[in-house]
C-alpha cells in the first residue's frame, strides 16, 4: 500500500528587505551641519540688552549719516538682525497655517523626492515609474507653483520686508559709537554672511546625494 507524499510547496528564501525612503546617512549628514552652522550662528550674537539700549538712540541728523549707521550696526549685531527677521517669517508663517502646510510640503517634497531619496530606488507613483529628470521637472513646476500662485511667496516677501524695514530703522537710530567690532568679525562681515555660511554647509551635506543623479 503506497503512502500519499503530500506535495511539497516551493518556498523562497529570498527576503525583500524593505529600503528607508530617504539617504539616511546623507540627510544625518545634512541635518547634522545645519544644526551646527546654526548653533555656530547664534553663539556670535550681541547681548540683547546692548541692542535696546534706549540711551543709545538718536535721530540722524542726515541720510548719509543714517545708511553710516545701519552699515555699521548692521556688521555688529547682524546675527540679532537675522534672528528677528527669522522670528518675523515664523511668526507670519504660524498665523498663516495653510501657507505654513504649503511650504512644508513643498520643503518635504523636495527631501524625500529628489534630494535624499537613494538612487538606486526610483519613483513610483499610482503604478507609473518617474526617472531623476521627470522628479525634478515635477518639483520646479511645484515650487513655481507653491511660491507664485498661492499666499507663500506675498506672505514671504511681506515678511521680509517688514523685517528688512525694523532692521533698518533700529540701525539708523542706533549710535554705533559705543561699538566695538573685532578685526576677525569685521573681516566676515557681509551682506546674510551668517546664512551663506550654514547654506554652504547644508549645500556640501547635500552634494554627494544629488551628484548621484547627475
Known amino acids: 500500500m503506497s503512502s ?3 506535495p511539497v510547496l516551493p518556498v523562497s528564501t529570498a527576503q525583500s528587505e524593505a529600503q528607508p525612503p530617504v539617504a539616511t546617512p546623507a540627510f544625518r549628514s545634512f541635518i547634522s551641519r545645519l544644526n551646527d552652522s546654526i548653533r555656530n550662528g547664534l553663539s556670535q550674537r550681541r547681548p540683547w540688552a546692548e541692542l535696546a539700549d534706549r ?9 548719509s549719516e543714517a545708511a553710516l549707521r545701519v552699515r555699521k550696526n548692521y ?4 546675527v540679532n538682525y537675522l534672528a528677528v527677521i527669522g522670528l518675523i517669517l515664523a511668526f507670519s508663517l504660524l498665523s498663516n497655517p495653510f501657507s505654513l502646510l504649503l511650504l512644508l510640503g513643498l520643503l518635504c517634497s523636495w527631501i524625500f523626492l529628489y534630494l535624499f531619496r537613494p538612487s538606486d530606488q526610483p519613483l513610483v507613483i499610482f503604478g507609473r ?11 520646479i513646476i511645484f515650487s ?5 500662485l498661492t499666499s507663500v511667496g506675498s506672505l514671504l516677501i511681506s515678511a521680509l520686508m517688514v523685517g528688512i524695514g525694523l532692521v533698518c ?3 539708523a537710530f ?14 566676515s562681515t557681509g551682506f546674510l ?19 548621484a543623479r547627475v
Do not use: M, W
Open 4 to 6: 500519499s507524499v503530500p
Open 55 to 63: 540711551s543709545a538712540f538718536a535721530k540722524p541728523e542726515s541720510f
Open 75 to 78: 556688521s555688529y549685531f547682524r
Open 129 to 139: 515609474t518617474f526617472s531623476d529628470r521627470e522628479t525634478l521637472g515635477i518639483l
Open 144 to 148: 513655481v507653483f507653491v511660491v507664485f
Open 169 to 171: 530703522a533700529h540701525g
Open 174 to 187: 542706533r549710535v554705533p559709537d559705543d561699538l566695538f567690532l573685532d578685526e576677525q568679525d569685521s573681516a
Open 193 to 211: 554672511s551668517f546664512l551663506g555660511g550654514a547654506a554652504s554647509n547644508a549645500a556640501a551635506a547635500a552634494a554627494p546625494a544629488v551628484a
